[in-house]
């Protein structure tokens, strides 16, 4: 009954097969690049957040005897400690955004963020250079500073959530292009059980009329 169906119907519904099934295959690749780039994130995280976690505190006990006697380096290390409260309450919040928008206004307020950060230390360091003698503080504050750098976790949350979010315009799409191929499908079932009945109606009068010569040529013979 293909001949009978109109070909352009038939080469649309082709095509819509065609398109949900690039966006299937779409979908199935974006699922696995952010299995993998939550692995990463996951495994970057830990030491970004120890880093947060600690350097506040570490730097309360430096600054305990290191600026005792100097108001104006402990006001830095006040500041230091004040910036990295923040910055994590503000990471943990980040790390879990779906919402593009929201995430974009957070990853901006790290990044100012860490420059009162960077600022903080370097007043601090100016009164008191053996600052950087202690490992204690450093080595995560060195943490915290490469996740800020380019490619590091603050970028892969970004790219991880824009992952996200092609996958939803491909899910809609799918989604969309499925209830056309399903109405495509339909209509075409509808199409083909007419055709069939009408073939049938036709073959059965067919059938009738030949068995009514049959009948008639018979009787003529007898």
């Known amino acids: 009954f293909g001949a009978l169906i109109d070909p352009t119907v038939q080469q649309q519904l082709t095509n819509n097969i065609e398109k949900f099934s690039e966006y299937s295959a779409a979908i199935i690749q974006s699922q696995q690049t952010q299995l993998e780039q939550t692995a990463k994130i996951t ?90 003698e202690f490992a204690s503080l450093t080595a995560p504050y060195q943490m915290v500073l490469d996740g800020f750098k380019s490619g590091g976790i603050l970028d892969q949350i970004m790219v991880r959530l824009e992952t996200a979010q092609t996958q939803n315009a491909d899910f809609t799409q799918a989604a969309l292009m499925a209830d056309t191929v399903a109405a495509q499908l339909s209509e075409l079932s509808d199409i083909t059980t007419s055709i069939i009945q009408t073939k049938e109606t036709e073959v059965q009068n067919t059938i009738s009329e030949i068995t009514m010569a049959l009948l008639i040529g018979g009787g003529v013979l007898v």
């Open 43 to 132: 495994e970057q995280a830990t030491g970004f957040r120890y880093g947060l976690s600690s350097i506040g505190p570490e730097m309360n006990r430096i600054a305990s005897f290191l600026a005792i006697d100097n108001p104006e380096s402990r006001d830095a290390a006040n500041r230091f400690v004040a910036a990295s409260g923040v910055m994590e309450s503000t990471f943990l919040l980040f790390m879990v955004q779906e919402d593009m928008e929201l995430a974009q206004k957070e990853y901006k307020e790290l990044k100012t963020r860490i420059s009162g950060l960077e600022l903080a230390f370097d007043d601090f360091k100016e009164w008191h250079p053996d600052v950087k």
